[in-house]
């Protein structure tokens, strides 16, 4: 028999323990997130649709951004146990300089259409954090209006390879003189992947107010009035432009790039020059003979070629390829601070995250960016600890492996 009794008023007041969130309704919304899960969720709340699935979709039917998330499913750490982890140490070296923790964010196209902040709020955080920061040429904030809003900060400018060889010219000069530490040639991009959230969303650049986007409008009253009373939403290195994604990129882009232009570009810029877009050992090895520092091993977050190479499964050949000649990196996927290690363990010198932050900048700005990072930064963290590792430096392949 259970014998019952009625609680002291003391035993209840004890259990009594309310949740003190910040009073800003942007704070409290973050507060509340405690994975890049949960700010993707928030993001798919706080924005319109095509925005939302211009970050988050792939090409094609998607199936290497699923690839993608299910390899990082696969991964089985091999933890050592009776370790002293009461501190780790997440800092690495990326270029020959420190960073404090194995991530950079990764450039993105139209940022500001996340949110009116863009790619300042972005790169400020990477300022914060002492990490790098990359600004894509399809950015919609100039290269110095960048260099202005982080002085501090290491700023890589990535690169597509235009038709227009003068205008490409200009923009690496405009890069250098703003004093970026690294180019990021990209060269996955030939034409532009078939983005079908796109193409049924009917999303342009700016967004077009169709009936469709004015009945959105009204789920998102705050996003639109942001977007129509800031500054224009345009791209800083090219002309208005009114189509697609995809008809910009085939109309701008240069399919007959070759070797040869990575040569001329080696040539001209004195900085360090990572290569982005490697998917074979084979391409990984020719790059670095052109003199390329880094390579990032990456499928454009499987939003160029469906079915492309999962970058996780490729690493571990990329990284016997270049044998050390360059750094590897990678990207694709990268949703968790577990993920992150995993990349690093497996022969990562770092990892690009993209969605990741993005989600963090529609959800709440600036503060949402910082919220994605602080995420990562304490699940790395944790995973180190639980893994019976006191630091990144001492991450090795043994310590990870890829179930069937």
């Excluded at 107010?209 to 939403?233: K, Q, V």
Aim: glycine share 8%; aromatic share 6%; proline share 6%.
């Amino acid at each position: 028999m259970v014998t019952r009794r009625v609680p002291r008023l003391s035993e209840v007041a004890e259990l009594i323990r309310p949740r003190l969130l910040p009073g800003d309704a942007t704070d409290r919304r973050l507060a509340r997130a405690a994975t890049i899960g949960d700010l993707r969720d928030l993001a798919r709340r706080t924005v319109p649709r095509a925005v939302f699935d211009y970050t988050d979709g792939a090409a094609g039917a998607e199936i290497s951004l699923r690839r993608s998330r299910e390899a990082f499913a696969r991964v089985e750490f091999c933890p050592s146990v009776l370790r002293d982890v009461s501190v780790v140490d997440t800092s690495t070296t990326v270029l020959g300089r420190p960073a404090t923790m194995p991530v950079a964010l990764a450039p993105t196209g139209f940022t500001r259409l996340m949110h009116t902040d863009g790619e300042r709020a972005v790169v400020r955080v990477a300022e914060r954090v002492g990490i790098p920061y990359g600004l894509s040429t399809m950015g919609t904030t100039s290269v110095e209006d960048v260099a202005a809003a982080a002085p501090g900060a290491r700023r890589w400018f990535q690169l597509y390879l235009w038709r227009d060889r003068e205008a490409s010219a200009g923009l690496v000069e405009r890069a250098r003189a703003a004093g970026y530490e690294a180019l990021v040639l990209t060269v996955d991009t030939p034409v532009a992947g078939p983005r079908l959230r796109d193409v049924r969303n009917g999303f342009t650049i700016p967004p077009a107010l169709s009936l469709r986007t004015m009945a959105n409008a009204a789920l998102h009253p705050r996003w639109w009035i942001d977007l129509l009373t800031t500054e224009p939403l345009e791209f800083a290195s090219l002309n208005s432009w009114g189509g697609t994604v995809a008809e910009l990129a085939d109309r701008v882009f240069e399919p007959a790039a070759t070797l040869t232009d990575l040569r001329a570009l080696r040539q001209a810029w004195p900085g360090a020059l990572v290569v982005k877009g490697v998917q074979t050992p084979e391409d990984a090895r020719a790059v670095v003979d052109e003199g390329a520092d880094a390579v990032v091993v990456s499928n454009h977050g499987g939003r160029q070629l469906d079915r492309a190479p999962t970058p996780l499964e490729q690493l571990p050949g990329v990284v016997a390829a270049v044998a050390g000649r360059a750094e590897v990196y990678l990207d694709g996927g990268v949703l968790d601070g577990a993920d992150v290690v995993a990349a690093v363990a497996a022969g990562a010198r770092t990892v690009l995250v993209g969605r990741a932050y993005l989600y963090g900048l529609m959800a709440g700005g600036e503060r949402g960016v910082q919220r994605a990072v602080d995420i990562l930064g304490a699940e790395v963290a944790r995973t180190l600890q639980l893994l019976g590792v006191p630091s990144v430096a001492e991450l090795t392949p043994d310590r990870v492996r890829l179930r069937p």
